[in-house]
């Protein structure tokens, strides 16, 4: 999460113009969906 904010902020400070963190902010939220999405389905898992 701390990386996904910093990043979030280095592309709001840059105003986009690097695009490696533009895409590694793209990269982070990417990620964090997958593990969540990925949670969600183990806990709604029937045994």
Known sequence: MT???ISGVSVVFTQNDV??????HALVISVLFAVLSY??????RKH
């Open 3 to 5: 990386v996904q904010l």
């Open 19 to 24: 695009l490696s963190i533009g895409l590694l």
């Open 39 to 44: 949670l969600v389905m183990i806990l709604l």
